[in-house]
DNA sequence: CGCCAGGGGAGCT
DNA sequence: AGCTCCCCTGGC
């Protein structure tokens, strides 16, 4: 068990923003997650958290996962204030963080995300991790699964897949996971890479795109400087900034005031 | 019940 | 650059 007192970090809006697919909110104030071979339980009351896993292992993993050495108060306070929407969009936000997750499985579940809702998003993504990955038991004896690895994908039959109710995703998902084992894209070699670059190798990917190499580039690569684009966040723009958002404004933090501009026009408008 | 949009992108023109 | 199809679930 690990304590920390953690400002400017809400588990709950986290899990609401709706980057991790893989997060479950278990009571008002409780949440599992499962990343890579790893499952937590997180309370949190106000500022008093609990994880349910050694100091050391906060540490190394979990404190990098939830980026809790940034201060998101410094990046509050870079908000133009004449900028009243996005003032409010940060506010209503607040306590959302940019996670580092496993590149792969963004990859996955951003093919699996467009045109389709979070709940069968994350749906989908339980179906896949049930069949294809591996079943594991944590300490307290929850069982759960590991997410499928690129081998595993490229080895389910299209009709499987569509069977886990990915639709006509399913063929986004298997050759990506082909290219990746023929290191057409080398995973490896992306996570050494600058936004730039990055973002060009993945959309060599089967049914990568624009917005979803975007998505992969900021919740996996952790490169706040990608802001995707999609269908919310373009009425948004068009609303709010006829002229572009102001992206000279906020070098190096576009993908955060992303996050609150997309969770306010999801559960605020 | 029917209708329709929803965290896009590929494959045409 | 613009258009169509891909699929299917939840909300109205």
Redesign the pocket.
């Given at each position: 068990m690990t304590e920390r007192i953690l400002k400017d970090f809400d588990i709950v809006m986290i899990h609401r923003?709706?980057?991790c697919f893989r997060m479950e909110q278990t009571g008002e104030h409780t949440c599992t997650v499962i990343a890579g071979d790893r499952c937590i339980e997180i309370l949190q009351e106000g500022e008093r958290c609990c994880f349910s896993c050694e100091e050391e292992e906060f540490e190394r993993f979990w404190k990098p996962y939830f980026d809790l050495d940034r201060d998101y108060g410094k990046v509050k306070r870079q908000i133009d204030g004449q900028d009243t929407y996005l003032k409010e969009a940060a506010e209503k936000g607040w306590g959302i963080r940019i996670l580092r997750q496993d590149l792969w499985e963004m990859i996955v579940s951003f093919l699996i995300?467009?045109?389709?809702?979070?709940?069968?998003?994350r749906?989908c993504i339980r179906n896949i991790c049930e069949r294809y990955g591996e079943k594991k038991t944590a300490p307290n004896g929850v069982v759960y699964y590991g997410f499928p690895s690129p081998q595993a994908l490229s080895q389910a039959s299209e009709e499987e897949l569509?069977a886990c109710?990915l639709?006509?995703r399913s063929k986004y998902v298997r050759k990506s996971a082909e290219q990746v084992i023929q290191k057409e894209v080398d995973l490896t070699e992306i996570k050494r890479m600058d936004y730039q670059e990055a973002k060009q190798e993945l959309l060599k990917l089967?049914?990568?795109?624009?917005?979803?190499?975007d998505?992969i580039c900021l919740f996996a690569l952790h490169h706040l400087e990608a802001f995707?684009v999609?269908?919310?966040i373009r009425q948004a723009l068009e609303k709010h900034y006829p002229q572009g958002f102001p992206d000279s404004r906020y070098p190096g933090i576009q993908g955060i005031l992303q996050q609150y501009i997309?969770y306010y026009e999801l559960f605020f408008t």
């Open positions: 923003s709706g980057q995300s467009q045109q389709n809702h979070i709940p069968r998003i749906r569509r109710n639709g006509y089967y049914g990568v795109g624009e917005k979803v190499a998505c995707p999609d269908t919310h997309f």
